[in-house]
């Protein structure tokens, strides 16, 4: 074991460094001559990552011109009228000293893993009390409890009914791991080793090779041969860590945080299709009433593909009223959205064929179960009315690499095709773009409240500008 080195550098939340004028978190490598053997055979140095718990402003930390790189006199100046980072710094390098000592009068070389808990511990950013004790699903689950009880305190930030769907989906993901195999996750034992296990297990379920039975799951889960695609899998994982980050304030984690590698990278997965024009006319036409999830695949065919709102998008308009513009020449009927996944808002002018669904459940919005069963009601759908002809999907999987396969479209059919229909018929339609993007893609919405009102004046005539477009095209579909 060799004396550490210390390397300070910014957490940077924007590549372009004119972008870089608010606070950003300080970190700290050590590198301490760690190795490891890579799966090519090759040595490499193994540091650690840890938090300062402090921010700065780029520019007092380095210059612009070397990217901000940790710069001694630029910090130094800053330091004469701010010492509070300073003495961090100071409190970081000795008790790396400390425990640099202890290791070598024992003799002994820790991990990473171990070297960035103790020197957490020394520096009191975590407390180790109940650790082993305290599983993660018991915290997920106290979790759940406490933002339902302030789901309807609009003053608690981050609290939605979706945000509580995404912890009870983790919930049974560690529930299904833990039946699986019959250990129990804590916060002292989920480490490194554990954590890809862990999501090796879930891809196993997923692809059928692991039976279970869920308790808190009656309903039939879906499964699929080829595993999670990437994608799919990435964004459990953000939701874990989430988790884990949060409770990290409390317990001591096994699980180095700042690692970098613990979420799979983007993948190019993808379908080469939408539900064109034609077809979206074919399901407006074909009567379903008889059956109640096709009719329910129906309403959410036409009012996504018309509004071009995600399933996500969808659940905040239930309780929506319908508003009436009539000025300047205008009259016409709109709903005020916000896009979750964007943190943006819209008026979006209604077309003829979601008014008719709307005035059809009393002037409301239907409401739409949850996106798994949405999406079988939307494939028993597209059989019956004879969409099924072949397109192609690419996925990139967690374990499997890519595959490309060729199925019919009601097999394919999701909740997620119809806002790129939205946008692929009305640009086949000769829309401009930046007319589509208003709808689909809108401005961040304004932290103001007071700004939030008046920035409705501009969404109304975005949404102006939307209709003098519409009733340009010669469409059954696409009229007021």
């Known amino acids: 074991m060799r004396n550490p080195k210390i390397r300070y550098y910014l957490e940077a939340k924007y590549s372009d460094i004119n972008q870089r004028t608010r606070q950003e978190l300080i970190m700290a490598e050590i590198n301490y001559g760690y190795s490891v053997i890579d799966k090519n055979g090759n040595k ?91 599983t993660i699903l018991d915290f997920v689950y106290s979790k759940i409890k406490s933002d339902e009880e302030n789901l309807q305190i609009s003053q608690k930030k981050g609290i939605s009914e979706g945000t509580i769907k995404c912890y009870r989906t983790l919930s049974h993901h560690i529930e299904n791991y833990q ?18 296990i862990f999501w090796r297990v879930l891809n196993d379920i997923f692809k059928d090779k692991i039976e279970l039975k869920n308790p808190n799951q009656p309903r039939k889960q879906r499964k ?26 409390k317990y001591s984690i096994a699980l180095d945080l700042d690692d970098e590698t613990l979420t799979l ?59 009436i513009y009539s000025d300047d020449g205008y009259d016409f009927k709109y709903v005020h959205s916000k896009h979750f996944k964007t943190n943006t808002e819209v008026c979006i002018p209604l077309l003829k064929p979601v008014i008719d669904i709307i005035n059809s459940h009393g002037g409301k919005f239907p409401r739409f179960t949850n996106n798994p069963t949405i999406n079988e009601d939307l494939k028993s759908l597209f059989n019956y009315v004879k969409i099924n002809d072949l397109v192609t999907l690419t996925r990139v999987t967690f ?69 003098d477009e519409i009733n340009k095209i010669n469409s059954e579909i696409y009229k007021m």
């Open 44 to 134: 490499r140095n193994k540091p650690f990552r840890i938090t300062l718990e402090a921010t700065i402003q780029p520019k007092n930390f380095g210059l612009s011109k070397e990217n901000y790189k940790f710069d001694e006199e630029v910090f130094k100046r800053f330091s004469k009228s701010n010492a509070t980072i300073k003495t961090k710094m100071h409190l970081m390098e000795t008790a790396i000293n400390k425990l640099t000592n202890n290791y070598l009068v024992s003799g002994e070389v820790p991990t990473p893993e171990d070297f960035k808990k103790a020197l957490k511990i020394e520096l009191g950013q975590i407390k180790v009390v109940n650790e082993v004790q305290q």
């Open 179 to 196: 039946i699986a195999t019959g250990d129990i996750l804590t916060f002292g034992n989920f480490d490194d080793s554990k954590y890809w």
């Open 224 to 249: 699929n041969k080829n595993g999670y695609t990437s994608n799919a899998l990435q964004r459990y994982q953000k939701n874990l860590l989430a988790v884990l980050r949060l409770a990290k304030k």
């Open 265 to 323: 990278e983007d993948s190019e997965s993808m379908k080469d299709f939408y539900v064109d024009e034609v077809e979206l006319q074919k399901i407006i036409n074909t009567d379903v009433s008889f059956d109640v999830k096709m009719q329910r695949a129906k309403e959410y065919s036409i009012v996504s593909s018309l509004t071009g709102l995600r399933f996500g998008s969808m659940e905040d308009i239930i309780n929506k009223d319908v508003q």
């Open 399 to 467: 374990n499997d690499g890519t595959i490309i396969e060729k199925v019919p479209k009601s097999e394919a059919i999701s909740t997620h095709d119809f806002k790129s229909s939205f946008y692929s018929n009305l640009y086949k339609r000769k829309l401009k773009a930046s007319i589509i993007d208003n709808i689909t893609h809108p401005d961040r919405a304004p932290k103001n409240p007071m700004a939030r009102i008046y920035n409705k004046t501009d969404m109304l005539d975005k949404a102006k500008m939307f209709i």
